[in-house]
């Protein structure tokens, strides 16, 4: 299945610009996290095990000493030494190394891809943090706000134009931005501790946060969607380790040749005088192990065919979820963009509601309520606004983790 996918190079160019921070902490997550070091130290040893196929079976050696002395026409045979050797099929170990290098590379996109989910983890915790921080500056501005607005409202009750409940309501209102600041802390401080451990570090540590992030004008380019993906390519490769492992049960099937050699020192009859009188045999000698009873390796030939139909069917299992996280996140993420931009217009015409509010302070026909009800959607808007941004740049890291594009 092939389709297109549009990626949005001029965001990237913006957050290669401004996300060197974002960058520099997803650097630290890769060289601290144990993770990432653990599955490093299993392709590791996997590459180790390539060398370990290159090994011959073991030298046999054998000594022997003949209680009771056989006697021969040239003497006595004293004791037998052997040494032998036992050689795979030609082309043996070479299918050993390949079926071993296939299992490696399996091992190095477990590195690859717990890189990448690091990455993805690790950007979407940062715009989290950076999400809660717009909005504790959010809070503090409208709070400052209202403190203007209530002082407005003392003024006016002290000529008659207002009422002091107009100024508790401004009062409560300010408890309750307050509240949610401290929420807001808390928020904080949690998604702090997940990100610090993301990066393998005291929690408590300070994360520093890019200053501004915004959805800018964009240049839309078609490209490949999921074929390069690792956690596919995982599976081709797993596919590959058992053609090669197959190959491999092939040539064991075959016979394995051996090479020896036996040494028998004799010793001398006594009053005998003859040319091979105490003669030392030496025998070389050649074997062969036939697999006669070979049903072990047929039934590896029928386990390796289903394990491939397995392997394609997980292949094709997991490139159907990856397309529709990418088909979501696509959505969600123009969603976003949508609704960033509906809050900027309505954050827009509230400040003018709110102008038009302030003018009419200066004629003392000033309804707090309707103060009240214009900050309350100003800040609805600024919330609304930041989640989005942050829903906006979440979902591009999802994009990002899918089809490469760092």
């Known amino acids: 299945m092939t389709k297109g996918v549009y990626i949005l190079f001029s965001v990237f160019s913006f ?16 060289t601290n996290s144990p993770e990432v070091q653990a599955f490093e130290i299993s392709y590791n040893i996997a590459k180790e095990k390539v060398e370990e196929a290159n090994a011959l079976p073991n030298t046999e050696v054998s000594a022997g000493v003949f209680v009771s002395e056989p006697e021969t026409r040239t003497g006595a045979q004293k004791a037998r030494f052997s040494v032998k050797q036992m050689l795979p099929w030609f082309g043996t170990i070479t299918a050993r190394e390949n079926y071993a290098s296939a299992v490696a590379e399996v091992d190095y996109l477990d590195v690859t891809i717990t890189k990448r989910k690091l990455r993805l983890s690790v950007s979407q915790s940062y715009y989290k943090l950076y999400a809660i921080t717009e909005k504790q500056k959010v809070l503090d501005e409208n709070m400052r706000l209202l403190k203007t607005y209530e002082r407005l409202a003392l003024t006016s009750v002290e000529v008659g134009n207002a009422s002091a409940v107009d100024v508790l309501r401004l009062q409560i209102r300010q408890n309750e931005l307050q509240e949610q600041k401290e929420v807001l802390r808390q928020e904080y401080l949690s998604e702090q501790g997940v990100f610090n451990k993301l990066l393998n570090r005291k929690k408590t540590l300070a994360i520093d946060l890019i200053d501004s992030l915004t959805i800018v004008p964009v240049v839309e380019q078609t490209i490949t969607e999921l074929e390069l993906h690792p956690e596919l390519e995982k599976y081709d490769m797993l596919y590959e380790s058992v053609t090669r492992s197959e190959l491999l049960n092939q040539k064991e099937a075959n016979p394995n040749l051996g090479f020896g050699l036996d040494y028998i020192p004799v010793a001398e009859r006594a009053g005998m005088d003859f040319s091979d009188n105490g003669k030392d045999i030496l025998m070389p000698m050649v074997s062969l192990s036939i697999p006669i009873f070979n049903n072990k390796y047929k039934s590896r030939t029928v386990q390796n065919e289903m394990r491939q139909e397995e392997i394609n069917a997980h292949k094709s299992n997991r490139r159907n979820l990856l397309q529709t996280i990418l088909n979501t996140s696509l959505s969600d993420k123009e969603a976003a963009r949508i609704k960033f ?3 900027m217009k309505n954050l827009k015409q509230a400040r003018n509601a709110e102008e038009i509010l302030i ?23 600024q919330m609304n606004q930041i989640e989005a941004l942050k829903n906006y740049y979440s979902q591009m890291a999802v994009i990002n983790y899918l089809t490469n594009q760092y």
């Open 15 to 30: 957050l290669s610009a401004q996300s060197q921070d974002l960058e520099s902490y997803i650097q630290e997550a890769e």
């Open 341 to 343: 931009n509906t809050q």
């Open 359 to 381: 003018k009419n302070y200066e004629t003392g026909t000033i309804d707090f309520n309707d103060v009240l009800d214009i900050q309350e959607l100003q800040l609805k808007f």
